[in-house]
Nanobody, 115 residues
Framework: QVQLVESGGGLVQAGGSLRPSCEAS????????MGWYRQAPGKQRELVAH???????NYADSVKGRFTISRDNTKNTVYLQMNNLKYEDTAVYYC?????????WGRGTQVTVSS
């Protein structure tokens, strides 16, 4: 089993920055993909960004140029640097770890951007 614990969400004004992180513990498969998803009220959960164990990244169009995903494999931790935050970025942000046979989710961290 893999446990994911997110931290670093919060309340920020539009134009500000946050850097949530997610630490994975347990039986972790090294060749995994770590990612961030978000879900706003009344909307479906959507991919924000993900990063492979080799460092390849993918971003949603809405966050390209503003968000940067990174990971520290020695700490089994993934980060999401969010700059120039907009009101529409307000959501619960969930960490995900995808392995060949399993997918794990964190409980989420709230990000609220005030306009």
């Amino acid at each position: 089993q893999v446990q994911l614990v997110e931290s670093g969400g919060g309340l920020v004004q539009a134009g500000g920055s946050l850097r949530p992180s997610c630490e994975a513990s347990g039986s972790i498969f090294r060749a995994n993909v770590m990612g961030w998803y978000r879900q706003a009220p009344g909307k479906q959960r959507e991919l924000v960004a993900h990063i492979t164990s080799g460092g390849n990244t993918n971003y949603a169009d809405s966050v390209k140029g503003r968000f940067t995903i990174s990971r520290d494999n020695t700490k089994n931790t993934v980060y999401l640097q969010m700059n120039n935050l907009k009101y529409e970025d307000t959501a619960v942000y969930y960490c995900q770890v995808a392995e060949p046979r399993s997918v794990y989710w964190g409980r989420g961290t709230q990000v609220t951007v005030s306009s």
